[in-house]
């Protein structure tokens, strides 16, 4: 006997709606299927030993979320000295997309200043996102110019990039290259001392 049971598993952002959860299920097998997209997120299956296991490769809640940034460890929007924030907010470092406002005209994207020797990064891009990673792995084996030692967090990049997966999520903005587009962002890094 088979049972089809109904249940929410999340909501699109921005108002786009509901997204279902169906899971199928029998003495044999259990399925879950989610409404966008009519995409199987579990198949579970009994092994010789008659272990239930979960055979597909999936995700097990909505993804593709923008979130807001405001009062989170990663609101960056106003300058912070960085070492102290991962410590304050008991993170182990950034390597994440943070979404620009959308243009494909030069915009501003980050500012970076080292304190000591008054360095300044801007970057400018025409990309709708920037990833942010900050040598998270780096572990001090890594040696570099004139024998230089690279600890955790000695180093950061700014990518500038579109959003990840976002062939996959239609509220993102698009990505694809079709045939006769042409491929064109540009990114300015801009230095100057203060």
Known sequence: MGSVTRAVFGELPSGGGTVEKFRLQSDLLRVDIISWGCTITAIEVKD??????????GFA??????????????????????????????????????CLKGSKEKHFCARVRHAASGRVLE??????????????FLDGTLKGKSGAVYPKHSGFCLETQNWPDAVNQPHFPPVLLRPGEEYDHTTWFKFSVA
């Not at 970057?123 to 998270?136: D, E, K, L, R």
Request: no cysteine; glycine share 12%; net charge negative.
């Open 61 to 98: 809640d909505l993804e593709g979320e923008v979130a807001p940034v405001q009062g989170t460890a990663f609101d960056l929007r106003k300058p912070v000295e960085l070492g102290k924030h991962l410590q304050d907010f008991h993170l182990n470092g950034f390597d994440h997309n943070f």
């Open 123 to 136: 970057v400018y891009t025409t990309q709708p996102g920037v990833q942010f990673y900050t040598g998270n």
């Open 48 to 57: 010789r030993q008659g272990r239930a296991s979960d055979v597909v490769l």
